[in-house]
């Protein structure tokens, strides 16, 4: 038997923090005279789920176009995998909040137009796009056009397309807001599910605090604009994988809701006292 006092206290290993995938540092956008965002600084780890709420007009869709390369900041610097961020990029996935398939072409067409843009051979593109339809849950729904898919099928083939390019970061504006609350917790659920198979850095912006906890590993709070900046930055330490529905009963769900709204408020009553 052995002596207890013999046995060997092996000290723990630390687990090294995630490289960072996006690098947002003192950015500013400013449109004329009009300071949207001011000296924002952020870092998304690689397979980190971040999710930035605040204030109606407080410059958050302005911060994903400044990732995706659709808007040139005015200062600081934006940058993927330690490259600066120059014109659109093709490295990212782009949820939207508004339908963006193409009307006259089918779930399957929509769903392989990023590997067309990227002269993937027309076989091996359609054998992607099916399997990813199949993934999203709409196997046999390829021919359908999008007048003819549910809202909530709709958006299937919208993160089907956004997802089957293998993007390095995932951006999504207020992806499900259109939604009716049960289909929306469908998408949530889905939508992590698919994220856990094969972790990206994944950047989004919503409303609504409740969808911004159960989803993310990190919220962000920003201030009420112009010349919005962070003013919060929670961890969310709630267990992997989740169910987006049952997880809001849990205390500490409770209690992170209460510490971030606690600064969300401010923010949003500011942001109603500017506007009258």
């Known amino acids: 038997m052995l002596n207890p006092r013999s046995r060997v206290e092996l000290e723990p290993v630390p687990v090294a923090p995630p490289q960072t995938k996006v690098a947002i540092e003192g950015l500013k956008m400013a449109f004329g005279d009009y300071v949207a965002v001011r000296d924002v600084n952020l870092r998304v780890g690689d397979g980190e789920f ?31 995998g330690g490259d600066p961020v120059a014109g659109v990029q093709r490295r990212i996935g782009y949820l939207f909040q508004q339908e963006a398939l193409m009307p006259w072409k089918t779930a399957l067409e929509n769903v392989e137009i990023g590997l067309t843009f990227r002269k993937v051979p027309v076989d091996d593109r359609r054998a992607q796009a099916r399997a990813w339809l ?35 970061v995932i951006l999504m504006d207020e992806p499900f807001s ?17 994220w856990q198979e094969d972790r990206r850095a994944v950047v989004m912006i919503t409303h609504d605090l409740e969808e911004a906890i159960s989803l993310a590993d990190r919220v962000c ?56």
């Open 221 to 276: 709070v920003l201030s009420a604009g112009p010349e919005s900046s962070v003013v919060g930055d929670f961890k969310v330490t709630l267990d992997r994988p989740r169910d987006v529905a049952e997880i809001k009963l849990e205390p500490e769900f409770t209690e992170l809701y209460r510490d971030i709204w606690s600064t969300l408020k401010r923010e949003v009553e500011k942001s109603h006292a500017y506007a009258k």
């Open 178 to 194: 259109a939604l009716d609350i049960h289909t929306r917790h469908l998408m949530q659920s889905e939508l992590l599910a698919l």
């Open 50 to 80: 971040l999710a930035i709420v605040g204030p109606t007009g407080c410059g958050k869709s302005t911060i994903l176009n400044a990732i995706a390369g659709l808007l040139e900041p005015s200062g600081g610097s934006v940058s993927i």
């Open 134 to 168: 199949a993934k999203v849950g709409l196997r046999g729904m390829e021919g359908r056009y999008p007048h003819e898919l549910s809202g909530g099928q709709r958006k299937r083939v919208q993160m089907a397309q956004a997802l089957i390019t293998r993007p390095e």
